[in-house]
């Protein structure tokens, strides 16, 4: 059976969060769990305490890092979509930085068989997510890591 799951949110799917979609019902129904405006908040958050240097723990924002850590082992559906709504934003080198080799890199980590599939088609569909991409270290099972590289483009 495959993991790919095509009601999963997409970069697409993630900027029309970002935007007010007008039927947030659609976005339950596709798997989105957080209300559109609480995924803008976080990106925000996320994207300000990164652009700062991340490393201030006393930092207003910092909850915007935690989250990573407290949702990704039960909840990675939440961490792909704010990991697409920060790319979608268009954030600076420094935090698209972290964001790969921080966030996607864990995802891909931790949930890889769920997700690759996902991270196969984004990197196929959304230009600056394969460049994201290039961004994570080596991780996952052998199987899952070579289709990360084939995703970016290097076998």
């Given amino acids: 059976m495959s993991a790919f799951d ?8 993630a900027r029309e969060a970002l935007e007010g979609w007008s039927e947030p ?29 991340g490393l201030d723990a006393h930092h207003p924002h910092w909850w915007a890092i935690e989250r990573f850590f407290e949702l990704m082992p039960e909840h990675p559906d939440e961490c792909w979509q704010a990991i697409l709504a920060i790319l979608d934003r268009e954030p600076s080198e420094a935090v698209l930085g ?24 984004e990197a196929r569909e959304n230009p600056p997510f394969k460049a994201l991409l290039s ?9 899952i890591w070579m289709r990360v590289q084939r995703a970016r483009g290097e076998i």
């Fill in 25 to 53: 019902s659609s976005l339950y129904n596709a798997g989105f769990c957080m209300k559109p405006s609480e995924l803008s908040n976080w990106v925000d958050a996320y994207i300000t305490v990164q652009g700062a240097g």
């Fill in 98 to 121: 972290i964001l790969g080799a921080g966030p996607l890199e864990d995802l891909i980590h931790q949930h890889g068989a769920a997700f690759i599939e996902s991270v196969e088609f």
């Fill in 135 to 143: 961004r994570v270290w080596e991780s996952s099972t052998p199987e």
């Fill in 6 to 13: 095509p009601k999963r949110i997409s970069h697409f799917l």
